[in-house]
């Protein structure tokens, strides 16, 4: 069973930064799209940073210009890089993969469980 596994959360004051990183459970050939969601307590799931395997990207607007997605596949990690970091980004935040098993695999999608985000003012 594959199994996503975030780190990287915590509590931190406005303004600084977090690196969440999301990593597969068992050996995998390779990530390709990258997502990033999070949920705020009485709000909707929301998509704050995207992926593709081309490598294009896209982010929500109240993020963009503070948090980069990435992705390692020789570490076989992905990441997101969260900068000046604001009350208002507190939320869980999950990770959302796509990927190859191995090379004759076709690609799967994979969530991770979920890590806490606490930004105070």
């Known amino acids: 069973q594959v199994q996503l596994v975030e780190s990287g959360g915590g509590l931190v004051k406005a303004g600084d930064a977090l690196r969440l990183s999301c990593a597969a459970s068992?050996?995998?050939?390779?990530?390709?799209?990258v997502n990033w969601y999070r949920q705020a307590p009485g709000k909707q799931r929301e998509l704050v940073a995207g992926l593709t395997d081309d490598g294009d990207t896209n982010y929500a607007t109240s993020v963009k210009g503070r948090f980069t997605v990435s992705r390692d596949n020789r570490k076989k990690m992905a990441f997101l890089q969260m900068n000046s970091l604001k009350p208002e980004d507190t939320a869980v935040y999950s990770c959302?993969?796509?990927?190859?098993?191995?090379?004759?695999?076709?690609?799967?999608?994979?969530w991770g469980q979920g890590t806490q985000v606490t930004v105070s003012s």
């Open positions: 068992v050996s995998i050939f390779k990530i390709t799209a």
């Open positions: 959302n993969l796509i990927l190859w098993l191995d090379p004759f695999d076709t690609p799967r999608q994979f």
